[in-house]
């Protein structure tokens, strides 16, 4: 678990650190065109290359790493209250609401969140918003089903029912002793889900469905890599190598997590 996390926690750091140093400085302009320069490989002066364009790979990656973080940050924020609420409602209302809640619920866990989230883009457009909006609806029901399996349990507790005999409403129950009850496994999902959602924004970039273009992305540079793969490598290298290490980072993480707010999971 140590090593988990020393490792999941340096590779996280390098993420932010380059998102947070991106947003305000970088080695070149991320959007600056010098065809000059164009197609070089790493070297002291670039780091990772160029691109195309004579565009500094580094540059543009640091930059793509803020929208990767941010997008992604917002969505997990997004999906995490919105699905705590939904779930908090359906898990501890239960009845006739639950049955239509779950039922809509599980419709939606029907498709691939890839596949929602691409859904949606083509209604909403391809643009940062969208893509958070999307991508947020597509992970919403993951974070309902986890957190209506915990207050199924948690409600039956008997502090939950001490709050009801002396007079405490439902909803005060609710809000007050269920669900900060509930947070621990919201969390552990939270962290996966950071994952998940930065791999499907480098999908949908890919495919052209994110962030337009000039703006870097680690998944619309490894759409315009895609010419080059033979003759300039770097160009997909160090982009896959950053979603690749960051999914690697998150994993890490989430497992020492898990294992810290769980410790039946350490020894299972």
Request: aromatic share 8%.
């Amino acid at each position: 678990m140590r090593a988990n996390t020393a490792i999941g926690g340096t590779l996280i750091a390098l993420l932010l650190g380059a998102a947070g140093t991106g947003a305000f400085w970088t080695p070149f302009d991320p959007l600056r065109i010098n065809l000059r320069a164009r197609l070089q490989a790493p070297s002291s002066l670039h780091w990772f290359g160029t691109d195309e364009f004579g565009r500094d790979v580094l540059s543009r990656i640091m930059v793509g790493a803020g929208a990767s973080v941010v997008i992604a940050l917002i969505t997990v924020l997004l999906a995490v209250t919105a699905g705590m609420v939904i779930g908090c409602a359906a898990g501890y209302i239960r009845g006739w609401a639950d049955r239509i809640i779950m039922a809509v619920n599980d419709a939606l866990l029907a498709f691939p969140g890839i596949l929602l989230a691409l859904a949606v883009m083509i209604v909403v457009g391809a643009n940062k918003a969208g893509l958070i909006l999307a991508l947020g609806l597509a992970y919403i029901p993951s974070v309902v089903r986890v957190v209506r399996g915990t207050v199924l349990s948690i409600r039956e507790k008997e502090y939950v029912e001490a709050s009801r005999v002396i007079g405490n409403s439902e909803v005060y129950s609710m809000f007050r002793h269920v669900m900060p009850n509930a947070i621990a496994p919201v969390a552990v999902l939270a962290t996966s889900m950071f994952g998940w959602v930065l791999l499907a924004e480098s999908a949908l970039s890919f495919l052209g469905l994110g962030v337009p273009p000039p703006a870097p992305t680690w998944g619309n540079m490894l759409a315009a890599s895609r010419p080059f793969m033979e003759t300039a490598a770097w160009l997909s290298i160090a982009p896959g190598l950053c979603i690749a290490l960051t999914l690697l980072g998150i994993n890490l993480l989430g497992d020492s997590l898990r294992d810290r707010l769980d410790p039946r999971m350490a020894h299972g």
